[in-house]
Every structure is written in structure tokens, then in C-alpha cells.
């Protein structure tokens, strides 16, 4: 059973907090941990959520379908397990390691697992894919309005890049599940 370890810079609202304790929940993958925060009201986010526009939805759509490739890229079919997110898990930490990180640019990298992980929650949790704006600029981002659900997996992923940082894929989708599941309507 693999025990993962997920910041709560994961994404959804629960980094809004200054006061986070650690959360540690068991899930189908393993056991999570993360740092939870109070989570606010809806008209507590103070951002903006409008809907994508072509240009951002083709990219998204263009960058999705690279997922398979990059998997194959760096790990076996004989090593994958069948589980989309732990093999993604596997192909990045294989690419973080390898002298090959030329054939995948880190932007590119950041959009596929990005593309992986809003693509499986838009699937099983019932998201969305939104921009948002708030003070801190604006990005694309998964989005739900029940229970109010703020997650950026681009950022998500370009932070485990720069810190590199593996496992966290599955994890991260844990635990917005864990999120969506628990947080009052």
C-alpha cells in the first residue's frame, strides 16, 4: 500500500486557511495526507469563474490525447498497473528521472498530467473545467459549485516539477475526492 503525502497547495480552497492541520485519510490507493484548512462560504472565494474559450478547450483537448504517449514513453506495458493516475504517477516520477526529459518539456509535462488529472476527476467527481480569477491572477482550474470546489492541477503538477516531487497524482486526486465528498453542500 503506498502512503502518499499531498499538500493541500492541491488546490482546492482548503489552502485558504492560515490555521491547517494535517488530515490523513485511507482511500482505495493508500493512505493520504494533506493539510486542511476552515473552508469558506461560496461568497468567501471573493473570485471570478467564467468558462473556458475554444482556443483554451482545443488545448486542453490536444494535450489530453499526448497522455498515452507520455506514458509509454517511460514506463513498460508490462510495468503498468491498468490505473491511469498510477501509471501517470510511475511515467512522471521515470521522467523526472531520466536523461530523456528533453523528448517531454517540463510545459508540456506539466499540461498532460494536468490534462490527466482534471480529465479523471471531470469523470468520477463531477467537475468541471473553468478559468477562475481572483488576486492572484488568473488560471485554468476544475470547478464545482456543490459542495464549492476551487482545484489547479496545471499548477499542481508545475510545482512538482520545480520541487521534484513524485507520488502525487493519485494523491492529489484523493484528495479532492475526499473534498468533494465532505464538504457541506
Given at each position: 500500500?503506498?502512503?502518499?503525502?499531498?499538500?493541500?497547495?492541491?488546490?482546492?480552497?482548503?489552502?485558504?486557511?492560515?490555521d491547517?492541520?494535517?488530515?490523513?485519510?485511507?482511500?482505495?490507493?493508500?493512505?493520504v495526507?494533506?493539510?486542511?484548512?476552515?473552508?469558506?462560504?461560496?461568497?468567501?472565494?471573493?473570485?471570478?469563474?467564467?468558462?473556458?474559450?475554444?482556443?483554451?478547450?482545443a488545448?486542453?483537448?490536444?494535450?489530453?490525447?499526448?497522455?498515452?504517449?507520455?506514458?509509454?514513453?517511460?514506463?513498460?506495458?508490462?510495468?503498468?498497473?491498468?490505473?491511469?493516475?498510477?501509471?501517470l504517477?510511475?511515467?512522471?516520477?521515470?521522467?523526472?528521472?531520466?536523461?530523456?526529459?528533453?523528448?517531454?518539456?517540463?510545459?508540456?509535462?506539466?499540461?498532460?498530467?494536468?490534462?490527466?488529472?482534471?480529465?479523471?476527476s471531470?469523470?468520477h467527481?463531477?467537475?468541471?473545467?473553468?478559468?477562475?480569477?481572483?488576486?492572484?491572477?488568473?488560471?485554468?482550474?476544475?470547478?464545482?459549485?456543490?459542495?464549492?470546489?476551487?482545484?489547479?492541477?496545471f499548477?499542481?503538477?508545475q510545482?512538482r516539477?520545480?520541487?521534484?516531487?513524485?507520488?502525487f497524482?493519485?494523491a492529489?486526486?484523493?484528495?479532492?475526492?475526499?473534498?468533494?465528498?465532505?464538504t457541506p453542500?
Amino acid at each position: 500500500m503506498k502512503h502518499f503525502i499531498a499538500p493541500i497547495l492541491l488546490a482546492t480552497v482548503l489552502a485558504m486557511a492560515d490555521d491547517k492541520k494535517p488530515v490523513t485519510i485511507q482511500t482505495p490507493s493508500g493512505e493520504v495526507t494533506f493539510k486542511e484548512g476552515a473552508i469558506p462560504n461560496r461568497k468567501d472565494f471573493n473570485d471570478t469563474v467564467t468558462e473556458l474559450t475554444p482556443e483554451e478547450r482545443a488545448a486542453i483537448e490536444r494535450d489530453h490525447k499526448r497522455i498515452p504517449e507520455f506514458i509509454t514513453a517511460f514506463i513498460s506495458a508490462a510495468d503498468r498497473t491498468g490505473d491511469d493516475l498510477e501509471d501517470l504517477d510511475m511515467a512522471f516520477a521515470a521522467w523526472l528521472k531520466s536523461g530523456r526529459r528533453g523528448t517531454f518539456a517540463a510545459e508540456d509535462v506539466t499540461r498532460i498530467v494536468g490534462c490527466a488529472l482534471g480529465a479523471h476527476s471531470i469523470q468520477h467527481l463531477g467537475v468541471r473545467w473553468a478559468r477562475v480569477t481572483d488576486s492572484h491572477g488568473s488560471d485554468v482550474a476544475l470547478v464545482a459549485e456543490h459542495p464549492p470546489t476551487r482545484s489547479f492541477p496545471f499548477t499542481s503538477a508545475q510545482y512538482r516539477i520545480e520541487d521534484n516531487k513524485t507520488d502525487f497524482i493519485v494523491a492529489l486526486f484523493r484528495t479532492l475526492e475526499h473534498a468533494m465528498k465532505t464538504t457541506p453542500q
